[in-house]
C-alpha cells in the first residue's frame, strides 16, 4: 500500500500523505476533511462515484447528464448529513468527522481509468496520561519506586511515552480500543531527574509530570507526627531533671527519631524492625530555657514536634502538693454542696411546717363558729304634746 515516494502537507486542520494511488488523511475529530477527485472540472457525460470500507459501500453518486448529486445512497445513515459535493470538481467533504469515519475511501471517474484511494484517520481528543505507583511492587527494603504511566481512555493511533527532561526512555503504541495504553517506569529515591509522561498523536499531545516526592515515598508509608511525654516513673520529689521519651505512634522502617536542642542532634535512634515502635529518651533540668523538639524523618519528609517543657516538666513535689490541694478543694466543694442541700432541706421544711399549721387554725375557726336566729324589740316611743308658754308684752314708750 505504502510506495517508497511519500510527500505530506498539512492544510485545512487535517493532513494529507501522497503515496503514488493512495493518499494517507489525518483529521482531528469534528473537523471537516476534503477528499479530491482529481478532476478539475466535470464534464457532462462523467459519471462519479464515491465508495467506503470493505466490503465497499457507495456513499455518494454523481450523474452530470441527468444532474444528480446524490449524497444520501448509504444503508446505515452513517454519513447522514454530513456529506457534501462539489458541483465542479467531484471532490467530497465530510463535515463533523467522527472516530467511526476512519477507513478506506476510493473515486472512481467514468472518464478515467484508475481509481484514487485515500485512507483515513480521525483523531479523539487525548485524554492527560495518568502517573501511579506500583504498591505491588513496594518493599521497605527496595531503593526503587516502581511506576506506570496509563491512558485512562482506551485511545488508537496515539504513542504513550517516558521522558527524563528531553529524551525518551520508552515508549508504546498499540492500536487496540480494548485495552487501554500502560508504561512502567523504576526510578531511584534519589533520583534528581524531572520524568514526565507524554501521550501525542498527529495533532496534539497530552504531558503529565511526575512529582517524585508525592508518589515515591518510603514504602513503609507517610510519617507520622512524633509524641513526647513523661516517663513518670522517673518522677521523684528529690529529683532535679525530668525524664521525656519520644516515640513514633506507627511502627516505621527507614526512618529516624532524633532529639534536638535547637538546631543541634543531642541523640538519634533508626531501626528497621515493623514489630517495635521507635522511642528515644531525653533528660532535661526543670530550669533548662533550651529549646527541645522530635524529629522523625526518613529522605523524603519529615514531622517534628516541639517540647512544652513547662507543661511536661513540673516538679514532682510541686505535682504533690497540687494533688492535695485538688484533693483540698474538692472536699471543700463537696462540703460547700452537702450544706446547700441541708439548708434548702431545712427551708423547705419548715415552709411545709408552717403552711400545715395555718391551715389546721383555719379548720379549727371554721368549727368553732355557732350561729343564732337573730330576736327584734320594738322600742315605744311616746312623742311630747306641744307646750305653749304665753308671757305678757309690755309696750315701750
Known amino acids: 500500500m505504502f510506495c517508497s515516494f511519500v510527500f505530506c502537507c498539512m492544510s485545512f486542520g487535517h493532513l494529507v500523505v501522497f503515496a503514488d494511488a493512495v493518499k494517507i488523511v489525518s483529521v482531528m475529530e469534528g473537523d471537516s476533511v476534503t477528499l479530491e477527485s482529481n478532476v478539475t472540472q466535470i464534464q457532462n457525460d462523467d459519471l462519479i462515484t464515491w465508495r467506503f470500507g470493505h466490503p465497499e459501500t457507495t456513499i455518494a453518486r454523481i450523474d452530470k447528464e441527468k444532474e444528480i ?71 521497605s527494603s527496595s531503593s526503587s519506586c516502581s511506576l506506570v504511566c496509563s491512558s485512562v481512555l482506551k485511545v488508537c493511533d496515539a504513542t504513550l511515552s517516558w521522558y527524563a527532561g528531553i529524551s525518551v526512555l520508552s515508549s508504546i503504541s498499540v492500536c487496540d480500543l480494548s485495552i487501554s495504553l500502560s508504561l512502567p517506569l523504576e526510578v531511584e529515591y534519589q533520583d534528581n531527574n524531572t520524568y514526565s509522561c507524554v501521550l501525542n498523536n498527529p495533532f496534539s499531545n497530552q504531558t503529565t509530570h511526575l512529582d517524585i516526592h508525592t508518589l515515591c515515598y518510603n514504602c513503609s508509608g507517610p510519617l507520622p507526627v512524633p509524641v513526647i511525654s513523661r516517663n513518670t516513673s522517673q518522677c521523684s520529689s528529690s529529683s532535679s531533671s525530668c525524664s521525656l521519651v519520644c516515640s513514633s505512634v506507627l511502627k516505621v522502617c527507614d526512618a529516624t527519631l532524633s532529639w534536638y536542642a535547637g538546631i543541634s542532634v543531642l541523640s538519634s535512634i533508626s531501626v528497621c524492625d515493623l514489630s517495635i515502635s521507635l522511642s528515644l529518651p531525653l533528660e532535661v533540668e526543670y530550669q533548662d530555657n533550651n529549646t527541645y523538639s522530635c524529629v522523625l524523618n526518613n529522605p523524603f519528609s519529615n514531622q517534628t514536634t516541639h517540647l512544652d517543657i513547662n507543661t511536661l516538666c513540673y516538679n514532682c513535689s510541686d505535682a504533690g502538693s497540687q494533688n492535695q490541694i485538688v484533693l483540698i478543694s474538692a472536699a471543700a466543694a463537696v462540703a460547700g454542696s452537702l450544706l446547700t442541700v441541708t439548708l434548702v432541706g431545712i427551708l423547705w421544711i419548715c415552709r411545709k411546717r408552717g403552711k400545715t399549721d395555718q391551715e389546721e387554725t383555719v379548720r379549727t375557726s371554721e368549727d368553732e363558729i355557732t350561729y343564732a336566729d337573730p330576736i327584734f324589740y320594738k322600742r315605744n316611743v311616746q312623742k311630747p304634746e306641744d307646750e305653749v308658754v304665753y308671757a305678757s308684752v309690755v309696750p315701750r314708750r
Request: glycine share 6%.
Open 69 to 139: 448529486f446524490n449524497t444520501s445512497v448509504v444503508p446505515d445513515g452513517r454519513f447522514r448529513d454530513r456529506l457534501k459535493l462539489d458541483h465542479h470538481t467531484g471532490s467530497l467533504t465530510i463535515t463533523h468527522t467522527r472516530n467511526t469515519d476512519s477507513g478506506d475511501y476510493e473515486v472512481k471517474t467514468s472518464s478515467r481509468e484508475t481509481a484514487y484511494r485515500f485512507t483515513v484517520t480521525v483523531y479523539g481528543p487525548l485524554p492527560v496520561p495518568v502517573i501511579s505507583r506500583n504498591t505491588s511492587q513496594c518493599s
